[in-house]
């Protein structure tokens, strides 16, 4: 049987998601699932991390990959460490040094302009991100020795604050030393880049710095508890159950209400027929509470993500399981 559902991957340092990706396609290929042809299993990522990032990559297999696009908007939490002092092209411990300085800030001065970074705040992306400009990445211009000009965008940032392990080990006094370095937990919107918050934290400080750290403990609903290892992926490819690994396709949507088909119903959602609200059968608590998105199963198996609008029910994307 097919497989279908989730592979959370705790990404290590210098794979590229795109790798990360071609990993779990290998290691199906060796267990024989990932199928040939027209009934090839698709996998796709759920939201890119860096080379030099680690931690929660949500990798979608087979019918799960519609999803992707849901994972992508969903919002992520990260740790970072920002070093102070210098800067570099690509805001990051890669690239080359572009700027320094020798002010270094202090922790309780840090901790007082946070909060001006909370919410929904302007930023300006690295000119060495994949977004595309005239459509090329911003990334290959720059390389290129293009001039780049990144535009404004606006991002929410729904939580900031310094890790708390850094606070415990920190007495008061120490507060008003320099530090070198700090690492912060952030949790934040879709399209939000850490290094250009690295940067403007930095710089609101009346310094520089870059990112030196990055790690993604959350993506939607999936955290480091989910994720496994890339050792622990390879064991596939070597003949152990997927089932150990994958989690199901639903995990991705466990945001939204699931709602149980009768099997004529679930027919007719399969085949796109829209469905009268009022046909609905099953708990009438349960029928009370639906609106908007949900996830529609027959027998707790996923037949569609639908949406309930104005009495109607409608296939928004429908899963062939």
């Known amino acids: 049987m097919k497989p279908h559902g989730w592979i959370i991957l705790d990404k290590p340092l210098e794979l590229g998601s795109t790798q990360a990706v071609g990993a779990v396609k290998r290691n199906l290929r060796e267990a024989s699932l990932l199928g040939k042809g027209k009934n090839k299993t698709k996998v796709g990522h759920g939201g890119t991390l860096d080379p030099l990032a680690t931690g929660v990559l949500p990798i979608a297999v087979g019918e799960a990959t519609k999803l992707c696009g849901r994972m992508l908007d969903a919002s992520k939490t990260y740790e970072f460490t920002i070093t102070f002092g210098t800067e570099t092209e690509t805001l990051d411990a890669e690239g080359d040094v572009s700027e320094t300085s020798d002010y ?27 977004l595309k400009i005239d459509g090329k990445r911003a990334y290959d211009l720059a390389r290129a020795g293009e ?5 404004m965008r606006k991002v929410t940032i729904h939580a900031l ?16 030393e320099s530090i070198e370095s700090v690492t912060l937990t952030a949790d934040v919107s879709k399209g939000t880049y850490i290094r250009s918050l690295a940067r ?3 710089r609101e400080l009346g310094t520089v710095g870059h990112v030196s750290m990055l790690r993604r403990t959350k993506a939607g609903p999936f955290t480091l508890g989910h994720a496994i ?19 199901p396709l639903e995990a991705g949507l ?18 796109g027929v829209m469905l009268d609200e ?13 609106h908007g998105l949900f996830l529609a199963t027959e027998d707790d ?15 928004v994307r429908g899963f062939n399981m």
Do not use: H, W
């Not at 001039?147 to 535009?151: D, I, L, N, R, T």
């Not at 890790?163 to 120490?174: A, D, P, Y």
């Not at 009022?278 to 639906?290: M, R």
């Open 254 to 271: 466990d945001d939204i209400p699931a709602f149980d088909l009768n099997p004529d119903q679930a027919r007719l959602l399969r085949q």
């Open 147 to 151: 001039a780049v000009e990144m535009k």
């Open 104 to 130: 270094l800030p202090s922790l309780a001065q840090i901790e007082e302009i946070l909060p001006q970074f909370i919410g929904l705040i302007s930023q300006i992306p690295p000119k060495y991100s994949a």
């Open 229 to 247: 290892s890339l050792d622990k992926l390879n064991e596939i490819g070597k003949g152990a159950d997927i089932k150990d690994y994958l989690l």
């Open 161 to 176: 604050a310094i890790s708390s392990k850094l606070q415990e080990g920190c007495q008061e006094g120490q507060q008003e």
């Open 278 to 290: 009022q046909d609905l059968i099953g708990n009438p608590a349960q029928k009370q509470g639906l």
């Open 200 to 202: 403007d934290i930095a």
């Open 301 to 315: 198996s996923p037949v569609a993500l639908a949406e309930l609008v104005d009495g109607t029910i409608k296939v």
